[in-house]
């Protein structure tokens, strides 16, 4: 018992010491925006707005060509991202469909 617990403190040990290169830190920028479409940005061609310092970010690191939304709108996506979970586990958003009354046209 004591040769296991020796041996797993041991191993323990080793994985804790690191090398400077596992010391590298990922400069990681998250951007939400409400709203955005596909082609609202100038990099996917847009010529009505110009967005230099988000077409700089892509042009210099990832540029996404296919993305997920959880939903069609803001709330439930952000409790998905905040959370990791998919906003039915929370039961957010639509779950009946929206319908207009004649009184209501």
Known sequence: MN???LLA???CFLMSCSSK???LRLNI????VDDLGYADL???GNDAFSTPNIDRFIKEGVKFTKAYAAAPYCSPTRVALMTGKYPSKFKIGLREPIT????DL
């Open 42 to 44: 100038s990099i996917y």
């Open 29 to 32: 920028i998250f951007i939400m």
């Open 21 to 23: 290169e596992d010391n």
């Open 3 to 5: 040769r296991i617990l």
């Open 9 to 11: 403190s041991f191993v």
């Open 100 to 103: 207009l009354s004649e009184a």
